[in-house]
T-cell receptor, first 111, second 116 residues
């Protein structure tokens, strides 16, 4: 399974943008980059995913490096409700599309 | 996003008994479902992958006779923890996705199992 590397924790201030980095130097051509987040005692929540091009949705933006070896999840204006563990995951469609979770980044948001 | 519902949200059972957890996709057909477990302060660990109508594929180290998975329809998968012991106490989470490459997976809210 392809691996991702994320910082263990990050802090941000409310209403400021947050850039969560993820390194995935061993990514293969069939790997999609997925981001999920998890609040305590809840199941993970889908945030965004992409393959090669940058992606935007109502929750966040995903910036993918040209060589695809890294990506950044961008929360444009952090709120207290964005405090969670954020997981960057590579999903290989050739392996049934299973998601293998790493340790993720624990994001705290200060008022 | 799509809705995946787990039931029950929490369960307490006696050691030696079996517990069944249900996972339903409410508004889409889930061709593939995944089961995870999560211990406190740890990440999710994939236990098995099931495709509708097929036997589940278990990850290395997961006992298939202890964790029985059934995926009999496109909207329902069940995980049965047989002969539960206190060390099986954990947070169990299911995930479901539809057919087609690039489709995202959606997660249930999780089931907290406590074996006493």
């Amino acid at each position: 399974d392809a691996k991702t590397t994320q910082p263990n924790s990050m802090e941000s201030n409310e209403e400021e943008p947050v850039h969560l980095p993820c390194n995935h130097s061993t990514i293969s051509g069939t790997d999609y980059i997925h981001w999920y987040r998890q609040l305590p005692s809840q199941g993970p929540e889908y945030v965004i995913h992409g393959l090669t091009s940058n992606v935007n949705n109502r929750m966040a933006s995903l910036a993918i490096a040209e060589d695809r070896k890294s990506s950044t999840l961008i929360l444009h204006r952090a709120t207290l409700r964005d405090a969670a563990v954020y997981y960057c995951i590579l999903r290989d469609e050739n392996q049934g599309g299973k998601l293998i979770f790493g340790q993720g980044t624990e994001l705290s948001v200060k008022p | 996003g799509a809705v995946v519902s787990q039931h029950p949200s929490w369960v307490i059972c006696k050691s030696g008994t079996s517990v069944k957890i249900e996972c339903r996709s409410l508004d889409f057909q889930a061709t593939t479902m995944f089961w995870y477990r999560q211990f406190p302060k740890q990440s999710l660990m994939l236990m098995a992958t099931s495709n509708e109508g097929s036997k589940a594929t278990y990850e290395q180290g997961v006992e298939k006779d202890k964790f029985l998975i059934n995926h009999a329809s496109l909207t329902l998968s069940t995980l049965t923890v047989t002969s539960a012991h206190p060390e099986d106490s954990s947070f169990y989470i299911c995930s479901a996705r539809g057919a087609g490459g690039g489709t995202e997976a959606f997660f249930g809210q999780g089931t907290r199992l406590t074996v006493v």
